[in-house]
């Protein structure tokens, strides 16, 4: 079966759903079949984070179970899977058994009576990360515009500021409350710094960076401290914020923070983990 006009439309109306909705989710396509199969090359079907079909068609419940598998693996790693989905006396001819997975490709074996073959490419969709950025300073203001160039979902926390003088962003907050597992750039300069910096720091995100000097920064600790805030927490802020590129101008400094967060993102994708997000869609 090749999906039909009707079939392609709902899934392209699923798949914007939860892009809106900022939700993980994966795109099979059948790119081989041999023999008898259900669905033939260019079959499409959409899967949700549990690696339920939304929408489309891909083949029963042998073609399912495995595409579940492989969009499981595929939302986890961050990186498309290729599942070979073929009869077991076929698999033992390859030297190869269902589950496994050799020169990037996953093995399955399909038990139906159809004894058919069939490759399928399993494409991860995952949510932008995001980067907040507390404050309207000039190295905040120029961090929002730079950050713009790279696939970041940019929400700037400008309590108090006319939002008619700010930068084009995705979202702009009349707080500091940000996603959970957003990358955060505490960039208040003298403007709300320990307010900003305790509100982060009250939620889990797996990068915080602190714009300032390390005496202010050692300053505004204490005090937290005081109040409360885990010096555990307080020891994985960077500050002063960014690499250090001898930057001076806020569009170097601002450069050098970018550089930063990308450096931690790769790092955590790299280890295995995306940064959780709640915004809109990026492949990474």
């Known amino acids: ?61 042998c073609a399912r179970g495995a595409i579940k598998r492989a969009t499981l693996a595929a939302l986890a790693d961050g990186a498309p899977q290729f599942v070979s989905l073929k009869p077991e006396d076929l698999l033992a001819e390859e030297g190869v058994e269902a589950g496994e997975a050799r020169d990037n490709i996953r093995y399955a074996r399909n038990g139906c009576p159809s004894r058919g073959s069939m490759d399928i490419f399993v494409e991860p969709v995952l949510p932008r990360p995001c980067l907040g950025i507390c404050g309207t300073g000039p190295v905040a203001l120029a961090l929002a515009d730079l950050a713009g160039r790279f696939d970041l ?3 700037l926390c400008a309590p108090g500021a006319d939002s008619t003088d700010l930068p084009k962003v995705e979202e702009i907050r009349t707080d500091f409350a940000l996603p959970q597992g957003a990358l955060v750039v505490v960039a208040t300069q003298g ?6 910096l305790r509100h982060v720091l009250r939620q889990d995100h797996p990068f915080v960076a602190f714009v300032g000097s390390k005496r202010k920064f050692a300053t505004l600790s204490e005090r937290l401290i005081k109040d409360g805030v885990p010096r555990a927490r307080l020891d994985a802020v960077q500050a002063p914020a960014g690499l250090d590129i001898g930057a001076i101008t806020p569009e170097e400094i601002a450069l050098s923070i970018l550089a930063q967060v990308v450096a931690a993102r790769r790092t955590s994708i790299r280890a295995g983990g995306e940064a959780d997000s709640t915004q809109p869609r990026a492949v990474i």
């Open 1 to 61: 079966m090749t999906p039909s006009a009707a079939m392609l439309e709902e899934l392209e109306t699923r798949r914007a759903e939860l892009e809106a909705a900022g939700q993980p989710y994966a795109l099979a396509t059948v790119v081989r079949t041999l023999d008898a199969t259900s669905a033939k090359p260019g079959a499409k079907a959409l899967l949700d984070g549990e690696g339920t079909v939304l929408a489309g068609w891909v083949g029963g419940g």
């Open 153 to 155: 979902h940019r929400v």
């Open 191 to 196: 403007k709300g710094d320990e307010a900003a």
